[in-house]
């Protein structure tokens, strides 16, 4: 098992106070250094935590695995084709929500999920999915 930290609210009290500080590598440097073993960060579609320089930042200058939480968008999958992160999670996202509030609909979005997972995995980027504990969708998942 490993343990993964986010770093997203570092972000968000930076771009509060409209300042380059709390500084995100200091804050990923710290997590690693008490025993984190990878850093994540939720790169949403209105980019009002995490910033795409700060994603680039990350992979540029943090020595371990980076952890890619986006929507399920082309928008995003370029972002994530050009950061190359260890590993994505897909979430939904609802304009307006002030944290992640449910999981995908797998059933749903099963087409265009398994797509964007393809396209994924051919990069070389491992893709987990964030789903609620609903057994139906659970069982559609397994196809």
Do not use: C, W
């Amino acid at each position: 098992m490993k343990l993964g930290v986010n770093i997203d609210h570092i972000a968000t009290l930076r771009n509060a106070r409209g300042t380059s500080y709390p500084d995100l590598l200091k804050g990923a440097d710290i997590a690693i250094n008490a025993g984190a073993d990878f850093i994540a960060v939720h790169s949403r579609e209105d980019r009002r935590h995490i910033k795409d320089e700060d994603v680039f930042n990350l992979k540029e200058n943090v020595e371990t695995e980076l952890n890619l939480e986006i929507e399920a968008t082309q928008e995003m999958l370029e972002v994530t084709r050009k950061v190359k992160p260890y590993t994505t999670n897909m979430v939904p996202e609802k304009r307006g929500e002030l944290t992640t509030e449910g999981g995908l609909d797998i059933i749903n979005m099963y087409s265009k999920l398994s797509s964007i997972m393809e396209q994924m995995h051919s990069i070389g980027i491992k893709v987990s999915l964030f789903i609620n504990p609903n057994i139906n969708q659970l069982k559609y998942i397994e196809k």
